[in-house]
């Protein structure tokens, strides 16, 4: 029977409170690996609700602990402000 496994290689918020994730994917069949990647991913402040869906977020604590610490309302507000005021600027 195939099978993944997600191994975390780093998470880390960057200077626009995004969350950021290097992740290793092992493929394994029959518990034997067959093959292995290195994905990526990144959620905006605003994403709170699909970081809950994801495999990745919905699996790992490390990165639910990097949203409850640094996601705050204040940084989300913050966040949103910042989005709007950028695509003000662009559609001026």
């Known amino acids: 029977m195939y099978t993944e496994e997600i191994e975390i290689i780093t998470a880390a918020i960057n200077n626009c409170n995004q969350i950021e994730v290097l992740y290793r994917v092992i493929g394994k069949n029959n518990e ?37 610490a640094f996601w705050t309302p204040e940084v989300i507000a913050a966040y949103q402000a910042a989005q709007a005021a950028a695509e003000a600027a662009r559609n001026a």
Request: no cysteine; glycine share 6%; aromatic share 2%.
């Open 32 to 68: 034997t690996e067959v093959m292995r990647r290195q994905e990526g991913r990144v959620w905006q402040p605003t994403e709170t609700e699909l970081m809950l869906a994801d495999t990745i977020s919905g699996n790992h604590p490390m990165v639910q602990t990097l949203v409850n």
